[in-house]
């Protein structure tokens, strides 16, 4: 048994440099792009539906990424997709939902079905963003439900593609010492 595996015929497919820590678990329609890390204890399960990583991003320890299938329910089902330069905290729950570039999702977040994070939004730890909820860009939410707090602030927005390159820089550091 390995920790990436296929799904109905469909392997995960990685970009150049990507990392998948051995206690992760990546399944069936996953696509990442480059520089991407998937850290201790993560699931990334598309087994019912795609899910996309952009490039440069981290998705960090016990975070579970899913989807919504399709159904009478649900005509379309929600795939998750995920920009470029995003920071997904740890523990955090991201299910069928869209998720822009230049994001950081905090620790413990929920972000449910259908809702939409658009580019250069912090989503604060502990925050629940409800089904098909939009979280616009250019602000700071929190709560639960999610609201939105303030604009971000000039330093906050270069924060996002520094958090990025930081976790691209220590996901080589892993790459090299386990290549020792």
């Known amino acids: ?14 970009g150049e440099r990507a990392w998948v820590d051995p ?53 379309g089902g929600y795939p998750l997709t995920i920009g470029d330069d995003v920071t997904v905290g740890h523990k955090a729950l991201l299910h069928g939902c869209t998720v822009g570039s230049r994001v950081l999702v905090g620790m413990g977040c929920i972000i449910m079905d259908g809702a ?11 925050c629940l963003v409800p089904p098909g909820k939009t979280l616009e860009s250019g602000y700071l939410y929190v709560g639960s439900p999610a609201k ?12 996002f593609k520094y958090t990025a390159a930081n976790y691209v820089k220590l996901k080589e550091s892993y790459i090299t ?4």
């Open 148 to 159: 939105q707090a303030r604009p971000l602030s000039d330093k906050e927005r270069t924060f």
């Open 23 to 75: 206690s992760a678990v990546v399944i069936g329609d996953v696509q990442t792009g480059d520089d991407c890390s998937i850290w201790p204890m993560t699931v990334v399960r598309g087994d019912m539906h795609q899910i996309r990583i952009g490039n440069r991003c981290s998705i960090q320890d016990g975070s579970v990424l899913h989807i919504t299938h399709a159904s009478d329910f649900n005509p």
């Open 1 to 14: 048994m390995t920790n990436v595996r296929s799904h109905k015929g469909k392997m995960p497919q990685f």
């Open 177 to 180: 010492e386990s290549n020792r």
């Open 116 to 126: 939409v994070v658009e580019n250069e939004v912090i989503v604060a730890a502990g």
